[in-house]
Nanobody, 128 residues
Framework: QVQVVQSGGGLVQPGGSLRLSCAVS????????IGWFRRVPGKEREGISA????????YYADSVKGRFTVSKDNAKNTVYLQMNNLEPEDTGVYYC?????????????????????WGQGAQVTVSS
């Protein structure tokens, strides 16, 4: 059974950086894409990034493009989300998730309905 376990998060000042980790068990990143989502106060959960299985094609929402970087270490079966130049508006709970295998990630990556396995969430607070 696929399990997704997150680590990272915390409190950071505006302009600071954090890195989130997403460790996958019961599956390999050669087969499973991984998406990153967040729920900020007052808004629905939104897809912010994804990385494809195998060749690691990356996707970003406009709200994080240029500031966040998704990467993966296949040997560790772990995906990372490096978040730089954080803003107070980035405050929220961040999730990683694995979608149904062989999904057309380019078309569906921001939509949570296509994801089956979710991490427990990590709180990110950006405040001075």
């Amino acid at each position: 059974q696929v399990q997704v376990v997150q680590s990272g998060g915390g409190l950071v000042q505006p302009g600071g950086s954090l890195r989130l980790s997403c460790a996958v068990s019961g599956a390999t990143l050669n087969r499973y894409d991984i998406g990153w989502f967040r729920r900020v106060p007052g808004k629905e959960r939104e897809g912010i990034s994804a990385i494809s299985a195998g060749d690691g094609v990356k996707y970003y929402a406009d709200s994080v493009k240029g500031r966040f970087t998704v990467s993966k270490d296949n040997a560790k079966n772990t995906v990372y989300l490096q978040m730089n130049n954080l803003e107070p508006e980035d405050t929220g709970v961040y999730y990683c998730a694995a979608p149904t295998p062989d999904m057309d990630l380019s078309a569906f990556w921001p939509f949570e309905i296509y994801y089956d396995y979710w991490g427990q969430g990590a709180q990110v607070t950006v405040s001075s």
